[in-house]
């Protein structure tokens, strides 16, 4: 990563080395969010729905989602078509062994801290594989209302529940003849 150097001459990398955790912390606080994502995969996932689970931040000028990426080493960089840099955390794995223990030496001081609870709760949920029963995906649900969105959410609790398939079967999963199995 390259470090930029202030005019006190400074340089950023030096500067921020010990206050960089926090400063991270207290950017998310702001800027960050913790996202529980309902996505329709009817065609291709078992119960018909997949959980996504994100943590991301984004900004103008890509010098923050680079420190995050550099800081936390997992996620990826993105660019928007608009300009927009963001840096995401999506794999359970990373966000169970590096975001949430980042965020737990280095908490948050905002409201934001409910709203990281609440997502690790769903997190949990994740991890253990239980979002893949009802119970489990009724439960994410109840988390994903907790967390309050600035827009209409695509699909609705009582939706996603309607169409949750009990018995699942991949719906173009193609059945093997026997002569295959040979």
């Not at 400074?10 to 913790?34: I, V």
């Not at 689970?53 to 078509?81: A, E, V």
């Not at 309050?148 to 996603?160: H, L, M």
């Amino acid at each position: 990563m390259e470090v930029k150097t202030f005019n006190c001459g400074q340089s950023a990398g030096k500067a921020f080395d010990r206050g960089l955790p926090n400063y991270l912390s207290g950017f998310t606080d702001s800027e960050g969010s913790f996202n529980i994502s309902v996505i329709n995969r009817e065609k291709d996932y078992k119960h018909g729905w997949k959980i996504s689970l994100c943590f991301n931040i984004s900004q103008k000028d890509d010098t923050i989602p680079k420190l995050f990426k550099y800081y936390l080493g997992c996620g990826k960089i993105r660019y928007r078509k608009d300009g927009i840099c963001y840096f995401d955390v999506r794999k359970t794995d990373d966000l169970v062994n590096i975001v949430v223990p980042f965020f737990i030496k280095f908490p948050l001081l905002s409201k934001k801290n409910g709203t990281f609870k609440v997502f690790c709760k769903a997190l949990e949920i994740v991890r253990s594989k239980h979002h893949l029963t009802k119970p489990g995906m009724e439960k994410i649900l109840e988390l994903r209302n907790e967390i309050v969105v600035g827009r209409k959410r695509k699909y609705s609790n009582k939706k996603i529940l309607s169409t949750y398939q009990k018995n699942p079967q991949r719906l173009h999963a193609k059945i093997a003849k026997k002569s295959d199995m040979i």
